[in-house]
C-alpha cells in the first residue's frame, strides 16, 4: 500500500506492514465531507430490505429538485430509474449508512482504509461509481475519518476549512494505538488526519461533540447529528432552548385546542382524554430534553464558539428532539431546498427516561419495575398501562426473556420499538387527530424564518404498512438519527 502520509513515515510504514490492513484487500470508496456551496450533482444510496419506499421519495425529489440519484446493490450501481424497473429484491445490500463508506471530498475521492472495507465489502463496488477524472486520485485514508464526522466548508472570510469531529482525533489516536502497540500523541493523530485529506493540519476546525462524561451511546457520535454547513458560512447548530421553545408552542396549541372545543361546545371525554395526554407526552418530552442539555449543553455551547471563532455564522435551531426520536439537522441541501427526516416514533417513546420525569408530571404514580419509569398522570399512567399491560409489572429479566434478548442491551426505547410497535399509536398520528402541527411541521417554519434560504423544506418519510413509522428508522437498526445518513453527496 502507498505510503500516504509523509509527515508521519514511520507510522505509515509501520501501518502499511499491518496484518490486519494487508488482509482488507480493496477498500470502500469515502465520498462525503461535501462542500455545500457547491451544488449537489448525484445523491448515492444503497439498496436494502428496509427503504425502498425511501428510495422512491428521494427519487421523486431528485427529478423534481435537478439532481441524480444513483442507488447500489450487490450487483451494480443503478441510475434510479433503472433500479426501479430491473432491481431485484435479493440483491439488496444490509447496510444503509452510505454516509461512512462514500464521501467525495473536493476535487478528489478518499478511500476508507481499513475499518468500513471489513465491516461492509460490498461497497467496494462503488468505486465503479467513481467519476474517471477522480480515480485517479483515490487514495487510502489510515486514520479514522468517517463520513459523517467532517464537513469540507467555507467561512465568511471565505476561507475554505475542514469541519472535524473532535472525537475523530481520540478515535484515530485509538485505532493507531491498538494497531501499532504503541502510544500515539494527539497532535500525530491530527497531522495523520490532516496529511489523509491533503491539508495543512491548520485547516482542521476540530468541533466539540462529545460530553466530558462518559456516556453510553452518545447523541453526536458524528458532527452531522447536530450541524450542517450551509452557504455564506452559515451553519446550522441544533440548540437545546430552541428545542424546548418548539416544544412549548406546542404545549400551548394544546392548549388553544382545549379552549377552542370548550367554547364551542364541541369537547367530549374522547377528546379531551387526547389532549391530556398528548399535553402529558410533550411534557415528558421537555424534561426529557433538559436531561440531555444538561450532558450534551456544554459541548453544543463550545461547538458553537469554536464555529464562531473560526468565522462561521452559526444559526441556533431545533434540530434534535429526543434521544435519536427525532433528528431534522441530519439532512441534505441543494440550493434553497432541504431534505431531511421525517419518520416518526410511537407516542409511548415520549417517555423514554432521559431523567427524572416525576417531578414534572403530577399525581397517580404509574411504575414501570423493568425501567424504573414513574408516571404521576392519570391519563399517561393509563395510556402506559392499556399500551404494556403486564409488561408494566414486569422485570428486566422477565421482559427479556419474553423477547428473547439479553436483557442487559434492553433499553426502554428499544423495548417500545420491538414489542409495542402494533400497540401504540404514532406521536405524529396523535397531533394530527387533535389538529395540531407535528414537530416536523414546526422546525420547517422555523426554518424558513431563519434566514438561511431554505424556502423549501421537505420531509423523506418512507411509510409503508411494514415499517409504519418509516423507513429511516427501521433501515438504520431503530436509530431514528436522519437522511444524512444514509446518502454520500457528490458536489463537483
Avoid at 467496494?124 to 468517517?146: D, E, F, G, H, I
Avoid at 440548540?239 to 369537547?267: P, V
Avoid at 456544554?298 to 431545533?318: G, S
Avoid at 427479556?400 to 410497535?421: H, N, P
Amino acid at each position: 500500500m502507498r505510503l500516504l502520509n509523509p509527515l508521519l513515515p514511520q507510522t505509515g510504514r509501520k501501518l502499511a506492514q499491518s496484518p490486519h490492513r494487508r488482509q482488507v484487500g480493496m477498500p470502500s470508496v469515502q465520498f462525503k465531507g461535501e462542500d455545500s456551496t457547491r451544488p449537489l450533482h448525484t445523491v448515492f444510496m444503497a439498496s436494502t430490505p428496509k427503504n425502498q419506499a425511501i428510495l422512491r421519495e428521494m427519487a421523486a425529489l431528485a427529478g423534481a429538485l435537478g439532481f441524480q440519484l444513483k442507488i447500489m446493490d450487490r450487483k451494480q450501481v443503478w441510475n434510479a430509474g433503472d433500479f426501479f424497473e430491473k432491481r431485484s429484491l435479493a440483491d439488496t445490500v444490509p447496510y444503509a449508512w452510505a454516509q461512512d463508506n462514500l464521501a467525495f471530498h473536493p476535487g478528489r475521492a478518499l478511500v476508507m482504509e481499513p475499518a468500513n472495507a471489513v465491516l461492509n465489502p460490498y461497497f467496494n463496488q462503488l468505486y465503479a461509481a467513481v467519476p474517471a477524472s477522480l480515480k485517479k486520485a483515490v487514495r487510502a485514508v489510515q486514520s479514522n475519518l468517517l463520513g459523517g464526522n467532517y464537513y469540507h466548508a467555507f467561512n465568511q472570510k471565505g476561507d475554505p476549512l475542514i469541519l472535524l469531529g473532535e472525537n475523530a482525533v481520540r478515535n484515530t489516536q485509538s485505532l493507531l494505538e491498538d494497531e501499532l502497540d504503541e502510544s500515539v500523541s494527539s497532535k500525530d493523530a491530527i497531522d495523520l488526519i490532516a496529511a489523509d485529506l491533503q491539508v495543512k493540519p491548520d485547516k482542521l476546525v476540530l468541533v466539540p461533540n462529545y460530553p466530558e462524561t462518559a456516556v453510553k451511546s452518545p447523541l453526536f457520535y458524528h458532527i452531522d447529528l447536530m450541524m450542517k454547513p450551509l452557504k455564506n458560512g452559515q451553519v446550522l447548530l441544533h440548540n437545546f432552548k430552541a428545542t424546548d421553545g418548539l416544544l412549548q408552542d406546542a404545549l400551548r396549541d394544546i392548549h388553544d385546542k382545549r379552549q377552542e372545543e370548550a367554547i364551542k361546545g364541541t369537547s367530549g371525554p374522547q377528546s379531551r382524554e387526547k389532549l391530556d395526554l398528548l399535553e402529558s407526552l410533550v411534557t415528558a418530552m421537555r424534561v426529557n430534553n433538559h436531561a440531555l442539555y444538561q450532558v450534551y449543553g456544554p459541548v453544543v455551547k463550545q461547538a458553537a464558539k469554536t464555529l464562531e471563532d473560526n468565522h462561521f455564522q452559526v444559526v441556533r435551531v431545533p434540530g434534535v428532539i429526543g434521544h435519536f426520536q427525532y433528528n431534522f439537522i441530519n439532512s441534505v441541501a441543494t440550493g434553497g431546498n432541504f431534505i431531511s427526516n421525517g419518520s416518526d416514533i410511537l407516542a409511548i417513546q415520549a417517555l423514554c427516561p432521559q431523567g427524572q420525569m416525576e417531578h414534572e408530571l403530577a399525581p397517580n404514580v404509574l411504575a414501570v419495575p423493568a425501567f424504573g419509569l414513574q408516571v404521576r398522570n392519570h391519563g399517561v399512567a393509563r395510556f402506559v398501562q392499556q399500551v404494556m399491560g403486564e409488561d408494566a409489572q414486569l422485570s428486566l429479566s422477565e421482559l427479556g426473556k419474553r423477547m428473547g434478548r439479553t436483557t442487559g442491551s434492553l433499553s426502554f426505547d428499544e423495548y417500545c420499538r420491538i414489542r409495542l410497535k402494533d400497540r401504540s399509536p404514532s406521536l405524529n398520528r396523535l397531533f394530527e387527530e387533535a389538529g395540531i402541527k407535528t414537530f416536523s411541521q414546526r422546525f420547517a417554519e422555523i426554518l424558513q424564518k431563519s434566514g438561511v434560504g431554505m424556502d423549501q423544506v421537505f420531509f423523506v418519510k418512507g411509510r409503508t404498512e411494514e415499517h409504519p413509522l418509516g423507513e429511516i428508522s427501521s433501515a438504520l437498526n431503530g436509530n431514528n438519527a436522519g437522511l444524512h445518513c444514509m446518502v454520500s453527496e457528490y458536489r463537483p
